[in-house]
Every structure is written in C-alpha cells, then in structure tokens.
C-alpha cells in the first residue's frame, strides 16, 4: 500500500504528521478567511510553527488571495444609474 | 394569508407571503412546470419576492391579501429616507457584482435598477439594521438566475435592420467578437486576473465575487445563494483552485508560484 509521507523541518518523516498535515491543510481556507473558531485557530497555528512545508504553503496562498484581492479592477456604478432608479421609485409612488 | 410556493426547492418549507415561516406541508415540486400542472389552483402572482424567490400562492387566499396591512414607518418620507439610507451606499458593490456576472454594461445596469426596484416595493418586509447589503445581492442574484434562465429558454433575437446594416457595411470581413467576456477583458488588455474570472462557471464566479471582492462571510454568502455552508467552503475551494490554475503563468511572472 502507497503512504504518503510528509517531510517535516529537520528530514523527520512521519504518518502522524502527515495525518495532522492533512487535518492543517483543511483547516487552510477557513483560517485565511478569518472564519476559524477558536480551537481551530490554534490547532493550525501549532502546527504551522513546527511545520515548514504547511508554513510555506499558507505563505504561498495567502499572497495568492492578496494579489487577487487586491489587484482585481472594480467597476463603479454609473450616474445615471443612480438617477435612473430614483426616479424610477418616483414613477412608482406615483402609480400607488 | 397568502401561500407562496417557493418553484425551485424541494421538500421546503411554504412561506407565508408576511415573512413568517408556516408550516402548509411539505411539497416536493420538481419544476415550475411541474406546480402549474399538478397543482393548477396554485397561481403564480407576482414574479418574485423580496428575496427574489420565484412565488405561487393558492388563488383562494388572493383576495385576503388585497387588504393592506399598517406600514411600520410613520410617513412615506420616513420610508423613502430609510430606503436611501439603508440601501443606496451599496450601489457600487451591487453593480460590481452585476456587472462581473453579466460582463455586460447594459445587462449589469438593467440588473441593478430591477434590484432597486424589487428592494423597494418590499422594503416593508425588510427588518431594518440587518445585513441591507446581503439583502440586496440576495434578490440581485436571483434576478439575474431568474432572467438568465427565461433568456435560455428564448431563441437569440437578431435585429433585421442591424444585421442588415452590417452587410451592406465595409465591415463584413472583420472578425466578430461574440462572447461579451471577450470583448470586455479586451478593454483592459493583460489583464489576466479579470480575464481568469470571467472564464469561470458562473457558480464559481458568484461565489469568488462575494467572498473575495465584497468580503461576505461564509453564512451571509449561504444565505445569499441559497446554499449550505459547506457548499461554501467546498464551492470556494473549487473556484479558487480553478483559478490559481488559470493565473499561474500570472503568479509565476510576479514570483509567489
């Protein structure tokens, strides 16, 4: 049977560590979305500091969901929009 | 009371047209088609609600809810001022988000205003200081479902006086963008992160737009989308990986692959 396994700071390889690199990795999006409970948070914080390859990775999307965020052009609304559906509302309080 | 049969969910809940929750039964309703046949005293009255619902309510109450019920605000001022308050500084998320869905000014502007308009004649229903905003993208979501699904069912409407000014045109040898998303990420040319956007499912779309351009969190988008919150999360980790894909060659140029 295939295992993976996962290389931690210092070459130490191990199935538990895997198994809780895994458990981290699920808890990745939450964690970046601020939308962790607080054991949570701390479960995947602790593993962070002691894992290189998670630390990385959580580096790696983060600065993914920055530049995303940060760099996607938004569209205003027009003017006319905005006059357009006042005076829209008023047409309808009229009919009223 | 009125009985508004909600046409696209299964095994729900009737709502009662004031906003309560009441228990009629449970019906399973496999399409709108499927409610008007079965169910032919159901009438649809009104296209959508205040959460932009599709509705049906049985023709035998219709008449009780011809009685207005008493206004929660003083004046129709009142009323207008707190519409303004409540819902006008989200103008600019809310056609952000029609026009990433549409990629269509035009589309995005109709979008907008048949929010607004919705937004309005049900602002009584609206429980002030609550999340106006969610509300809002809530009906605007579902309008655009709702038109999207009514134009997919339409065969594509051609002008005659266009087509035919077109051929009589210089023009008839040069290449003819047809999809929208194409021409508008030509607007701003390189810019991959738009283009990889607009490439997406809708679905996907939707549920990036929300989360990582409007900031919703994963329970307001649930409710914005009708769906559990593990979809959320399972639905955001797909598009976002989606697009982590599309914007590799971006990443790469900029250094974070």
Same mark, same amino acid.
């Given at each position: 049977m295939e295992r993976t396994l996962t290389v931690v700071k210092g070459g130490d390889t191990s199935d538990e560590h895997g198994r809780v690199c895994g458990a981290a990795r699920a808890l990745m999006q939450t964690v970046l979305d601020n939308e962790a409970l607080a054991g949570q948070a701390d479960f995947f914080w602790g593993h962070v500091m002691d894992c290189e390859h998670c630390a990385k990775t959580y580096a790696k999307e983060k600065a993914f969901l920055e530049v995303f965020r940060t760099r996607m052009p938004k569209k205003s609304c027009p003017k006319n929009i905005v006059e357009g559906i006042r005076s829209k509302i008023r047409i309808a309080k009229l009919k009223e | 009371m009125g009985l508004l049969l909600?046409?696209?969910? $299964?095994d729900e809940e009737v709502r009662g047209l004031g906003g309560e929750w009441e228990k009629f039964k449970r019906v399973s309703l496999l399409s709108l088609f499927y409610i008007e046949i079965r169910f032919?005293?159901?009438? $649809?009255?009104?296209?959508?609600d205040e959460w932009g619902c599709l509705c049906y309510r049985t023709s035998m109450d219709m008449?009780?809810?011809k009685k207005k019920k008493g206004s929660k605000f003083a004046s129709k001022q009142e009323h207008d001022v707190m519409f303004e308050r409540e819902f006008m500084p989200h103008i600019n998320s809310l056609y952000n988000f029609a026009y990433r869905l549409c990629y269509d000014g035009d589309a995005a502007n109709d979008l907008v205003q048949e929010t607004y308009m919705k937004a309005y004649r049900f602002f009584e229903s609206y429980q002030q200081g609550t999340n106006a905003k969610a509300w809002l993208f809530r009906i605007l979501k579902n309008s655009f479902i709702n038109d999207f699904r009514k134009k997919s069912k339409e065969p594509p409407k051609v002008d005659y006086a266009e087509v035919e000014t077109y051929y009589n045109s210089?023009?008839?040898n040069k290449d003819i963008t047809a999809d929208l998303r194409v021409e508008s990420t030509q607007d701003s040319l390189g810019d991959e992160i738009t283009g990889a956007l607009g490439s997406l499912d809708t679905d996907f779309r939707t549920i990036i737009i929300l989360s990582?351009?409007?900031?919703?969190k994963y329970e307001e988008m649930a409710k914005i989308l009708d769906i559990p919150i593990g979809t959320v999360r399972s639905r955001l980790h797909r598009a976002r990986n989606i697009l982590k894909e599309k914007l590799m060659g971006y990443a790469l140029k900029l250094g974070f692959a």
């Open positions: - | 909600y046409g696209f969910k $299964r032919p005293f159901v009438q $649809r009255v009104v296209e959508a008449t009780k809810d210089d023009d008839v990582d351009l409007e900031g919703f």
